[in-house]
């Protein structure tokens, strides 16, 4: 979506752009403003600043574009953070899986494992010979 600038032009990056010279700081206006609502800052090698062409404050219709634009930008933002945490939550409901799938595995294996133990422990302990068994004649 588009928005149109009060004065009919599309919205593009319109702030000023600072550019250094040997010692002084112009303001350059961007050509998609026409001059409408910029603050032009005429300065001289001293430094000087002439008065007469800044402007106070904003026009009302500058102001609602503005607010207007934040509204849509914020918007947007909002939008890409739902998508993003969607994705995210997708992601780490598929880690979930993964991990209960594992273990379960491990758990299924500790059991066959115990059980297997169990078993080992008790020929063991039938495989002994007995103390009466032994030759005490």
Not at 81 to 87: T, Y
């Amino acid at each position: 979506m588009s928005l149109q600038r009060p004065n009919g032009n599309s919205s593009s990056s319109s702030s000023p752009k600072k550019h250094k010279t040997a010692g002084s700081t112009c303001v350059l206006s961007s050509s998609a403003d026409d001059g409408v609502n910029n603050q032009e800052i005429d300065t001289t090698q001293n430094g000087g600043v002439s008065t007469a062409k800044r402007r106070r404050g904003r026009n009302p219709v500058d102001k609602e574009y503005r607010s207007l634009k934040r509204l849509l930008r914020n918007r947007v933002s909002a939008q890409q953070a739902r998508e993003r945490k969607k994705v995210y939550v997708s992601d780490m409901e598929s880690r979930a899986n993964e991990l209960q799938s594992n273990n379960d595995q491990l758990e299924e294996k500790i059991s066959t494992l115990t059980n297997e133990n169990t078993m080992l422990r008790k020929m063991l302990i039938n495989t002994r010979p007995k103390p009466d068994d032994t030759n005490n004649h």
